[in-house]
């Protein structure tokens, strides 16, 4: 098992990455200092994993919420749901809840735990690639709005991650690549030599090989971390996380939470960068070349669908929280390994960048 440390002071918290580490009682224990715990999880990992994780915590008086699977359940509604259960049950402020699941549940029971008698501890179990290496770290917690993605939420860290590389093993080949579009990322933001390395090692972690993808994880959560810790309320080089996402966010948001994946957003988001960042003189043709064909070999989108116009876009693109005073702002790159702080763009190359993409 390896471990690594996100360091916030007294909200500083672990991560452990290797294989069956929910079978491991004694991570769990080290952890949860309650009687009570809630595991928060959906109807497609709960069938596979959940008895696992209950078997943990025998002595505990344990309840559950499974939520239906789904982007669209990251509401409201479903925070209500687990509302419910914990005041149902008379939990009190010192329970503790696990999210068992991918991103979505992670950030709904985050953000349930950040609100719950205004915080109780919570743990994160991601068990999809992209939850593993990006949103389990770094106490982003959040519901959608039917307005904006994500627009709901608070900053709230967690006792500890939990990113046990053999659930991977049970997840579709569709989300194992979505999952390689936030790693792709952290080359691209910020370590070049892992670009490098994922360029000789893309065919690997599509087999699941464990040692790479092991590596693979724990070199995108050191990178959050790092960031993470020089700037957790996202006043500077947190937004750099971003990369591709606000393009990314107006596909989501454009054809419906759901229909396209977070991840295939993402990478298609990240081409549309890299473009802008050409148009800037700032990447070469050949370095948005090596950006579009390194998340092709991971098997992902790099155009957007036809159906969203640039008009519709760009209106799409206002809804964002780096957005400032109502002018648009996007993190681009200087070069691969290095991206910007959010900046203003011009918006004719802005529009330029969407037409190319857009046909
Ligand atoms: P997801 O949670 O919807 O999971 C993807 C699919 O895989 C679901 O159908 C899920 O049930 C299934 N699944 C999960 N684990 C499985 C397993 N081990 N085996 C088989 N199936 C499994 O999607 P995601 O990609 O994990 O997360 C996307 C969400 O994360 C979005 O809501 C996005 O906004 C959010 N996010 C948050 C942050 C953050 O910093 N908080 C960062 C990135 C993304
Ligand atoms: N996924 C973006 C962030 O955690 O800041």
Redesign the pocket.
């Known amino acids: 098992m390896k471990t690594l440390n996100v360091s916030l002071g007294y909200r500083s918290y672990p991560i452990y990455i290797g294989a069956n580490l929910i079978r491991e009682a004694e991570l769990f224990n080290r952890h949860i200092h309650s009687a009570q715990v809630l595991v928060v999880s959906n109807t497609t990992v709960a069938p596979l994993y959940l008895q696992q994780v209950l078997a943990q915590l025998e002595g505990k008086q344990v309840a559950t919420v499974i939520l239906p699977d789904g982007e669209s359940y990251k509401s409201m509604d479903s925070s209500m749901l687990v509302f419910d259960e914990l005041l149902g049950r008379k939990f009190s402020r010192n329970a503790t809840i696990i999210a068992l699941g991918g991103g979505v549940i992670g950030d709904l029971a985050g953000f349930a735990a950040a609100c719950y008698q205004r915080g109780v501890p919570f743990i994160q179990i991601p068990t999809t690639l992209l939850a593993q290496v ?2 389990s ?2 106490g ?1 917690t959040a519901v959608n709005h039917p307005l904006g993605k994500n627009m709901i939420g608070a900053f709230y860290q967690p006792q500890c991650v939990l990113a046990d590389t053999t659930v991977l093993n049970t997840l579709p080949e569709r989300e194992l690549s979505a999952g390689l579009a ?1 790693v792709v990322k952290y080359g691209l933001i910020r370590d070049p030599q892992f670009f490098d390395w994922l360029e000789g090692n893309i065919e690997l972690l599509l087999s699941r090989e464990p040692d790479a993808l092991t590596y693979a994880i724990e070199r995108s959560c050191a990178n ?1 971390a790092e ?2 810790v020089a700037d957790e309320r ?1 006043t500077g080089e ?2 750099t ?2 990369l591709g ?1 606000t393009f990314g966010h107006a596909i989501e948001t454009g054809l419906g939470y759901g229909a396209c994946l977070h991840g295939e957003a993402v990478a298609i988001g990240m081409c549309q960068a890299a473009d802008l960042s050409r148009r800037l003189g700032w990447l070469a043709d050949a370095d948005v070349l090596r950006i579009r064909r390194i998340l092709e070999r991971c098997r992902l989108p790099i155009t957007p669908p036809p159906d969203l116009d640039v008009e519709r876009f760009l209106e799409l693109m206002a809804v964002d929280k780096k957005n400032v005073d109502g002018k648009l702002r996007l993190i681009l790159l200087e070069q691969i390994g290095k991206a910007t702080l959010p900046i203003s763009v011009d918006v004719a190359m802005l529009t330029a960048t969407l037409e190319e993409y857009g046909r």
């Open positions: 990006d949103s770290v770094g982003k936030e959050k960031v993470v996202e947190r937004a996380l971003n996402h």
